[in-house]
């Protein structure tokens, strides 16, 4: 009896052993709440976008291409986007970073009215009213911020809102080693 | 109160069918028949357990749009399914690729039969030593 005991005990050990590396997966896979693709190491989907208030004039990533920014995707009517705008505006008060907001199927009324209240942190504002901009950054809500190096690649991806402990432990390390 | 119920009820219908209407279908019925079909395959990036067609979310809605308008400028579906697996990874998939990653997922199916089977064939075999002959 005693020998055949092992034969008996392979399914369960392979029972076990399954057991053990589904665990295992399921512990080490994304530990992040967003399991979509970040795109960091990608490069920046290039994008052209007409500015707010500038009828001619067009954000476009190409022309960014040897200059590291910072992308803020935001919208007048995202709660979280509040919340954000005053902790970019006390980052800019300071820093004066090269912060390009894409405002996110906004109109332009209340875009106005959004920035004239709050103040408006951003070098320039460009216009994704039909949010294809966002679809094509991977976009799964707003706010969402994007470190871009002088080469056009994405750095660092920030989902939801910017707080003063993000912006202190990630957006400034990542913004300080692309602006190196 | 029941009168109260009846109105309420009716509202919530109006308010459904607005919903639904506000959404346009694409007049080729096969090609919509395909914006649908693709449109159960991704994962709706707001409730993350929904389909893109089940989900009342903003964001899933301009998704099916968005397939809709590459199904009628005559895509592929492998081409949109690229074209939206590029922009948010293997996890807009509700059915995950066969890949390294996720081989134990696929396989495991089969190792379990495996094990099963191995398992009666040990105690059929153990059985049938035993019996005096």
């Given at each position: 009896?005693?020998?055949?005991?092992?034969?008996?005990?392979?399914?369960?050990?392979?029972?076990?052993?399954?057991?053990?590396?589904?665990?295992?997966?399921?512990?080490?896979?994304?530990?992040?709440?967003?399991?979509?693709?970040?795109?960091?190491?990608?490069?920046?989907?290039?994008?052209?976008?007409?500015?707010?208030?500038?009828?001619?004039?067009?954000?476009?990533?190409?022309?960014?291409?040897?200059?590291?920014?910072?992308?803020?995707?935001?919208?007048?009517?995202?709660?979280?986007?509040?919340?954000?705008?005053?902790?970019?505006?006390?980052?800019?008060?300071?820093?004066?970073?090269?912060?390009?907001?894409?405002?996110?199927?906004?109109?332009?009324?209340?875009?106005?009215?959004?920035?004239?209240?709050?103040?408006?942190?951003?070098?320039?504002?460009?216009?994704?009213?039909?949010?294809?901009?966002?679809?094509?950054?991977?976009?799964?809500?707003?706010?969402?911020?994007?470190?871009?190096?002088?080469?056009?690649?994405?750095?660092?991806?920030?989902?939801?809102?910017?707080?003063?402990?993000?912006?202190?432990?990630?957006?400034?390390?990542?913004?300080?080693?692309?602006?190196? | 109160?029941?009168?109260?119920?009846?109105?309420?009820?009716?509202?919530?219908?109006?308010?459904?069918?607005?919903?639904?209407?506000?959404?346009?279908?694409?007049?080729?019925?096969?090609?919509?028949?395909?914006?649908?079909?693709?449109g159960n395959?991704?994962?709706?990036?707001v409730c993350?357990?929904?389909?893109?067609?089940?989900?009342?979310?903003?964001?899933?809605?301009?998704?099916?749009?968005?397939?809709?308008?590459?199904?009628?400028?005559?895509?592929?579906?492998?081409?949109?399914?690229?074209?939206?697996?590029?922009?948010?990874?293997?996890?807009?998939?509700?059915?995950?690729?066969?890949?390294?990653?996720?081989?134990?997922?696929?396989?495991?199916?089969?190792?379990?039969?495996?094990?099963?089977?191995?398992?009666?064939?040990?105690?059929?075999?153990?059985?049938?030593?035993g019996r005096?002959?």
């Amino acid at each position: 009896m005693m020998k055949r005991l092992p034969t008996s005990f392979i399914p369960l050990l392979l029972c076990a052993g399954l057991f053990a590396a589904l665990a295992f997966s399921l512990l080490r896979g994304p530990s992040e709440q967003n399991k979509f693709a970040q795109h960091v190491g990608e490069k920046a989907s290039p994008t052209t976008l007409p500015l707010l208030d500038m009828a001619d004039t067009h954000f476009d990533t190409a022309e960014w291409i040897g200059r590291p920014y910072i992308i803020n995707f935001f919208a007048s009517w995202c709660v979280p986007c509040q919340a954000e705008h005053e902790v970019l505006s006390d980052l800019q008060n300071h820093l004066h970073l090269p912060v390009i907001g894409i405002a996110y199927k906004d109109r332009p009324e209340s875009l106005h009215r959004f920035l004239n209240k709050a103040g408006n942190p951003y070098l320039a504002v460009a216009d994704d009213k039909d949010g294809h901009t966002g679809i094509d950054w991977g976009l799964t809500g707003v706010p969402e911020t994007f470190v871009i190096d002088a080469h056009g690649v994405i750095r660092y991806h920030l989902v939801g809102p910017m707080t003063e402990e993000t912006v202190m432990d990630d957006l400034l390390p990542a913004w300080k080693e692309v602006s190196q | 109160m029941k009168p109260l119920l009846f109105v309420l009820i009716a509202l919530c219908l109006i308010s459904m069918t607005t919903v639904r209407a506000a959404e346009s279908t694409l007049p080729d019925l096969a090609q919509e028949q395909r914006a649908v079909a693709l449109g159960n395959l991704f994962r709706c990036v707001v409730c993350q357990s929904e389909s893109i067609n089940d989900s009342q979310a903003d964001m899933a809605r301009d998704l099916r749009q968005l397939v809709r308008d590459k199904v009628a400028a005559g895509w592929s579906d492998r081409q949109i399914i690229d074209y939206v697996r590029a922009r948010y990874g293997d996890f807009i998939l509700l059915n995950p690729p066969m890949q390294v990653n996720t081989w134990l997922l696929w396989g495991a199916p089969a190792l379990f039969l495996l094990i099963a089977s191995s398992g009666a064939a040990a105690f059929i075999l153990r059985h049938r030593k035993g019996r005096p002959t």
